[in-house]
């Protein structure tokens, strides 16, 4: 069973548009990382949270420990965010538990 | 820029043949992992490594199997292939903290085909 949930799995958007992208998980984490895989298959770290927001260029990515919630969120997308984005955390433990997965596909 | 290889990009290969998936790394990190990915499926650590010597197996049984002989080196093996091994096989590293303090780095991936 997969402790770590995105919504939505698929999701088609307008260039420009505001993207947001959720991750709940079932009990306390040590930390999460945000990741996007391009489809090559390449994956990138784009954030790694334990606590409150953090921000790189048109990405932010917030985590509401309490809610066991996180969010990604897009400003002006655009289709090169085209992408896969993944959710993972850690339960406290060394070992990473990702989510399948949310596919973002950004329309010019 | 990450400075995590993985080789070969792609791979098909025919069933019982041996095959070895290669990872390097130059950031000199002492932890590495290997990840299993199905379409559209999550990834799923099949082998880590703390260090030269050091190998583990992960969550998910996998008949292949790895070795860490240098540092920078962390390749996988399939001695027989077979079709259910048809995957993406996904390389990672990272320092020697916790995934709570330090950042992922990933390899590009290699997706094996086996016919």
């Known amino acids: 069973k997969n402790e770590v949930e995105q919504s939505p799995q698929n999701l088609t958007a307008q260039e420009g548009e505001f993207i947001t992208i959720n991750c709940s998980y079932s009990?306390?984490?040590?930390?999460l990382h945000w990741l996007q895989q391009h489809p090559g298959g390449g994956i990138v770290s784009l954030f790694m949270l334990s606590s409150g927001k953090k921000k790189h260029g048109r990405l932010i990515a917030t985590i509401n420990i309490q809610e066991k919630h996180s969010s990604l969120h897009i400003t002006a997308s655009h289709p090169r965010d085209s992408a896969v984005y993944i959710c993972?955390?850690?339960?406290?433990?060394?070992?990473?538990?990702f989510g399948t997965g949310t596919r973002l596909t950004i329309i010019p | 820029e990450a400075d995590i290889y993985q080789t070969p990009r792609y791979l098909v290969i025919g069933t019982g043949k041996k095959i070895t998936l290669e990872c390097s790394q130059t950031?000199?990190?002492?932890?590495m992992y290997w990840y299993q990915q199905d379409p559209g499926m999550e990834l799923h650590l099949i082998h880590y490594s703390y260090g030269v010597n050091s190998t583990e197996k992960g969550d998910l049984s996998s008949e292949s199997t790895v070795s860490r002989i240098r540092t920078e080196h962390f390749p996988l093996t399939l001695e027989s292939a077979r079709p259910s091994h048809t995957s993406q096989y996904l390389c990672?590293?990272?320092?020697?903290?916790?995934?709570?303090?330090?950042?992922?780095?990933f390899g590009q991936g290699t997706r094996l085909t086996v016919v």
């Open positions: 950031m000199g990190h002492d932890k």
């Open positions: 993972a955390v850690l339960f406290g433990n060394e070992k990473l538990t």
């Open positions: 009990v306390g984490i040590s930390a």
């Open positions: 990672a590293s990272s320092e020697l903290g916790s995934w709570k303090d330090t950042e992922a780095f």
